[in-house]
């Protein structure tokens, strides 16, 4: 067994591999290696086999072209988790977790899909643990500039890393920090700060880095470009479907809620409609930062 920690948005969580070779899958986790003596607040072990037998699930997540995800309740009191690369690839992994989503065991069913299934079991139980600790895993694409970052919401396929490369082609000394999968994270102090994550889609950006969160877009395509600041409800209604994390408890739900209240109240947000061009991005830009 081959364990190694990683500090992710300041959280150290740990991972115990049965299988010394499978780490050369996860690269992505290299730049959160950390040598923290802190107990972890998520603990993750590979295991040859479960000793809970699956539930009948409470929730389906089949999206059509994203993974498909069950949540269930073990007898125990448990939570089950399966997962497969799509709706219509056999089940790649299953997982047992601790009510409180501190502690877990995970198999690996289909081994041509190791590496998707512990990245998906590590970013799953990453967004589930810490919802109550003040983090928020968001589907997003994130420039930072300045010591500042804004992140870029939208549906799939709405065009959020176009946006993003088009501010890195049109706006000097722009570095992108993540392409799909960054963590927003509220401190103590009233602070918001987003970090880069070991997720990002298919774009390899792997940063161990946090900036202020200077101000949050979403996008939708329109034949125009046009900018909106938003406020209030719209600015909870804007960040909340691009929150990735299932709501199987209301513990869950509630810290995910008083999350992005705080976002909502402390960073600007914007509803920008527009093409896939440079003037969107400088109308972006100048919202944002000036």
């Not at 037998?53 to 995800?69: H, Q, R």
Request: hydrophobic share 40%.
């Amino acid at each position: 067994m081959a364990r190694k920690t990683f500090d992710i948005a300041g959280y150290t969580v740990s991972l115990d591999l049965a299988e010394e070779a499978l780490w050369k899958k996860l690269l992505n986790m290299v730049p959160f290696e950390t040598e923290s003596s802190e107990k972890p607040v998520l603990e993750v072990v590979q295991t040859t086999q479960l000793k809970e037998e699956e539930p009948e699930p409470l929730l389906v997540s089949d999206d059509e072209g994203f993974p498909k995800i069950t949540v269930g309740k073990t007898p125990c009191g448990n939570w089950f988790f399966t997962m497969a690369s799509l709706g219509t690839r056999p089940t790649s992994g299953r997982c047992v977790c601790s009510e409180d989503f501190s502690r877990a065991e995970f198999q690996i069913l289909d081994a041509s899909q190791a590496g998707f299934t512990v990245n998906n079991v590590m970013m799953l139980l990453y967004a589930l643990r810490t919802s109550t600790l003040g983090c928020l895993e968001v589907h997003a694409s994130v420039i930072m500039k300045e010591g500042k970052a804004v992140a870029f919401l939208g549906k799939s396929g709405t065009g959020k890393s176009t946006h993003s490369r088009l501010w890195l082609e049109n706006i000097p000394k722009t570095e992108l920090l993540n392409d799909d999968n960054p963590i927003i994270r509220i401190h103590p102090d009233g602070k918001v700060l987003i970090y880069g994550s070991p997720w990002s889609g298919k774009t390899p950006c792997y940063k161990k880095v946090s900036v202020p969160l200077a101000g949050v877009v979403r996008l939708s395509q329109a034949p125009f470009n046009k900018i909106t600041r938003l406020s209030g409800i719209q600015a909870y209604a804007c960040l909340f479907p691009s929150v990735s994390a299932y709501r199987p408890e209301r513990k869950v739900a509630d810290g995910i809620h008083d999350s992005i209240e705080k976002v909502a109240a402390a960073v600007p947000f914007f509803h920008l409609e527009c093409l896939p061009d440079a003037e969107a991005a400088q109308l972006s830009f100048r919202s944002v930062y000036e």
